[in-house]
């Protein structure tokens, strides 16, 4: 490799996807300085402490302040305002990006702030975990996982190049989809699963003739793979489902249609209706693991039975 | 320790659980001579071939001849017909158990068949992978995960302390739990769960304007954890639905009727609402971590990334 892939990046926020590109950055020499900047003085101050960044600053717009890149790494709801506030103090020439979970969204209301001379190119790595803040990332959080680039019209293919470049260098493949096709994707890899997850905790939590002990003693029978995924950040979550409303709806409107069949089949004794529908669904987990996007081990390999 | 719990075991069905038992009384010395048998054929040929069982029996009556204990490990919804079948084999003061996921049903089709000087103690290990048949088992499956001792009326304290003793020799913790009250819990934390996750996958694979591929690729934002769960087997699962129908539908009715207060949320913008749930549900998953039921560790220490 020659040199870094941006001599100057900036990270504004700084919760698990931007700790994560930080240490990913280090580990594949990939860029120069590294700034960031958080809203949160604690977080600042752990960033500070753990060297998370090479340097720290106490506002967003001197974070950005001769960046070559920067990365809005701020819950979906905040880009805008963000946006507006590091608008005057961009680098002509630079290149802005994000990785919010929704992408129309985002494009609506970042691009309109931006200077004449400013490439936006709107992305979302499809990597994370349920933790959260600072002190969550590690390096490897994108091997192997998929990134994807959500160009708007008129985006520099030069710009567009030079951001692969970087998230191949952090282990992504990288993938380019259009930002109403990417939010539907989502919608059904991701937005509606979390909603449905966080549901089905909802509802255990409120069984008064369950105690929330037996709840948490007997998970293993399928239920704690559901609560992982319902400890995801709150204020992220709740701002791609205001943010992807018409897909998040439309996908649970399907599943609600979908969930009355199989709840009739089971009403009416149909074990034919259910039987051939669980057989169909254990192929797709077959795809999965040929694609290598999870592992064949028993309960992703944490030992210990789950049923 | 003093010998083993039991000199005679026989199991019968030879899938996940039962290889898994085998493996796992073998490791503690906690049986003599076990026998199984399998209805397959082939799945008698491949436990010969692995060594699955001391001998392997051509009939269910023959396996159960002399055991002291028998262990049902068929699908829930042939327990009945099994235990009709073995019935006249039985040893005087032999003990029947089983391992099924719903315990009223299985107690009303298998105890009528039981002949007077036969203790039943049905019982339920909350244990499993999405993996099943004889080559799925390995002996830690039940390490630190509950099994659930649900005793009949009448049934003898001296043969429920022995089968306790088993399950904890085969590293699991053990509870007692009336039937009615089981197949509730079991609602909630595994049956209601899996019916969700096989209908989101089932949307998923339905959805025209995503493809399979795309669906697959991009499954590591959440979807993979519901497509894991949505492996399991088929005939168990149609049988657990159709006999522990009652729980189920209640909990699902519960469950729709959340989703629609959240979905509504999501209609109208209240990101307040979405918050405070997203929230509460997060503190469910740190209570099942200190109850050292999964593991903190990020995607379960699989690695890479999820969201």
């Known amino acids: ?29 990939l860029a120069g300085e590294v700034t960031g900047f958080a809203k949160s003085e604690g977080s ?5 402490r753990i060297g998370l960044c090479d340097r720290v600053c106490d506002s967003a717009a001197e974070a950005v302040e001769g960046a070559d890149l920067v990365v809005l790494c ?17 680098k002509s020439g630079a290149t802005v990006t994000d990785v919010g979970s929704v992408k129309r969204h985002v494009i609506d209301v970042v691009a309109p702030h931006l200077p004449e001379g400013v490439h936006f190119v709107p992305a979302h ?4 975990t349920e933790h959260s803040g600072p002190e969550s990332g590690f390096a490897e959080l994108f091997d192997n ?24 260098g952090m282990g992504a493949n990288v993938d380019e989809m259009d930002a109403d096709h990417h939010d539907l994707v989502l919608a059904v890899t991701s937005h509606a699963p979390h909603l449905i997850a966080y549901t089905m905790v909802g509802v255990a939590d409120d069984l008064r003739r369950v105690t929330d002990s037996e709840v948490i003693k007997y998970s293993a029978a399928g239920f704690r793979d559901f609560t992982r995924i319902a400890a995801s950040d709150p ?28 709840q009739r089949a089971i009403r009416t004794g149909d074990g034919e209706h259910l039987h051939q529908y669980f057989t169909r669904t254990r192929a797709i987990r077959r795809g999965i693991i040929e694609a290598g996007q999870d592992t064949a081990a028993p309960n992703f390999g944490r030992g210990g039975g789950s049923e």
Chains 1, 2 share one sequence.
Do not use: C, H, Q
Request: no cysteine.
């Open 125 to 128: 790595p499809l990597a994370g």
């Open 74 to 90: 701020v819950p979906v709801g905040a880009m805008g305002a963000v946006a507006e506030e590091i608008a005057p103090a961009l």
């Open 145 to 168: 996982r998929w990134s994807l680039l959500v160009p708007v019209e008129g985006s520099d293919p030069k710009a567009v190049a030079r951001l692969r470049t970087l998230w191949e």
């Open 44 to 48: 600042r101050e752990t960033a500070r």
């Open 235 to 262: 204020t992220m979550w709740r701002d791609v489902f205001l943010t992807n409303k018409d897909a998040t709806l439309e996908i649970l409107g399907r599943f609600t249609e979908e969930l009355f069949a199989l």
């Open 1 to 29: 490799m020659s040199g870094p892939v941006y001599e100057r990046v900036a990270l504004i926020g700084l919760g698990l996807i931007a700790s994560s590109m930080f240490w990913a950055m280090k580990r594949g020499g």
